[in-house]
């Protein structure tokens, strides 16, 4: 027996049908997806990075998509502004991935990063990077699905301690660093560096955060009377207050800074007390065009204006964790966390399109590479002073 349908009937069955069906359509898409979660903060005094950040992120997502994604599998980025809180950033992760099977997450800070742990473990699917350079996270035992795209705080010292090792043999060195756990972070350990280095620190000043007094600090510095001086824990003040005081004085020291302190823009903000400042950078500055670098003649081609340190930050984070990913489905392998950590892990001489202007590898949780940048207040520009560090190849 046969039935005839009109027209109007059919369409209003695959009406229903479609509504009915509407909640499952984007689901069954989602599935097919590789989700790239993130905490970002858009938001707040970490803005400034945050924006750059999920641009970079953007940007990647977008270039992999348009190359047929991964293994046929489109990437999707879904952000939730944090406001550099960690109660927020813990309700976006929960929303995240309540919503979407998860398998790649982008946190915005050390502290989040330690408090989701557990929950990253419990999970077993995610692979996790973020913000923080944090030493503590350079444990693969304590941290086995989370990792660094650069060198740890204490890895950045080191980088330093060994150019300052070569440029100068047996110098003084001062550490500054705001009374935060950021800028605890490498100190104790990086006054041991120094020593097994030939270096003396002569020095270690602590300031609040963002303090703009530091007429006594100052003081302290010049009766230490480094060679060099290290600040840590701060992204501007009081680095400017502290050099155009010091340079006042007549102090000669070279002041130097680590990754957050060291993006372009807010070098330039120094002004001329910036004129020489030196820092350790783990990539190439946007226009840095002195050698061959494919990736970031794309970024330009893409953003034809300047984009932050934090912006290759934030790219670089998602193209390690996207080739975690292709080497995962390779091997046929299902996307768990501990098998997309050991595809990261598998990553030897990895060319990162000279991102960073060498091959890298990454055994455990970071990539202890770098390299010293040196403020040119003419050009406005920051410009290397050294070739690449690497601290897996100098015993470090």
Do not use: C
Not at 9 to 27: E, H, I, M, R, Y
Not at 76 to 88: F, L, M, N, Q, S
Not at 244 to 264: H, L, R
């Amino acid at each position: 027996m046969t039935f005839k349908l009109s027209r109007r009937t059919v369409l209003a069955a695959l009406v229903a049908a479609g509504l009915a069906a509407g909640s499952l359509a984007p689901q069954a898409r989602a599935a097919d997806d590789i989700v790239l979660g993130g905490s970002i903060p858009l938001t707040g005094v970490f803005a400034f990075a945050g924006e750059g950040i999920h641009a970079g992120i953007q940007d990647w997502v977008k270039m992999v998509n348009e190359q047929g994604g991964i293994d046929g599998r489109m990437l999707r980025y879904v952000p939730e502004d944090t406001a550099y809180k960690v109660d927020a950033s813990v309700a976006a992760f929960n929303k995240i991935t309540g919503q979407n099977a998860v398998n790649l997450y982008y946190a915005d800070s050390t502290a989040f990063s330690k408090t989701i742990n557990p929950e990253l473990e419990r999970n077993g699917k995610i692979l996790m990077a973020g913000a923080s350079f944090a030493t503590e996270l350079n444990d693969p035992e304590k941290f086995p699905l989370q990792f660094i795209a650069g060198p740890d705080y204490t890895e950045m010292f080191g980088i330093l301690l060994e150019y300052v090792s070569k440029e100068k043999p047996g110098a003084k060195v001062a550490f500054v660093h705001s009374d935060t756990e950021f800028g605890r972070d490498p100190i104790a350990s990086s006054t041991e560096r120094a020593k097994t280095l030939g270096l003396e620190v002569v020095e270690t000043i602590v300031t609040p955060p963002g303090s703009v007094d530091v007429s006594t600090e100052v003081l302290k510095l010049r009766r230490a009377r480094p060679d060099y001086t290290i600040f840590h824990g701060y992204v501007l003040a009081p680095i400017p207050e502290f050099i155009n005081q010091a340079k006042q004085m007549g102090m000669e020291t070279k002041f130097m800074g680590t990754f957050w302190s060291m993006d372009n823009g807010i070098v330039m903000k120094m002004g001329e007390a910036a004129d020489g400042f030196m820092g350790v950078m783990p990539y190439r500055y946007y226009y840095d065009d002195s050698e061959k670098a494919p990736m970031l003649e794309k970024i330009r081609q893409m953003r034809p204006e300047y984009q932050s340190t934090a912006y290759l930050q934030g790219m670089l984070t998602a193209m390690l964790m996207t080739e975690a990913v292709k080497r995962t489905l390779a091997d046929g392998k299902e996307l768990t966390g501990p098998n997309l950590k050991a595809s990261l892990n598998s990553l030897k001489d990895f060319d990162t399109g000279g991102i960073i202007g060498v091959p890298v590898s990454i055994p455990g949780n970071s990539i202890p590479v770098g390299r010293i940048y040196q403020a040119d207040m003419k050009q406005q520009k920051m410009v290397p002073v050294s070739d690449w560090i690497r601290l897996d190849k100098a015993g470090g």
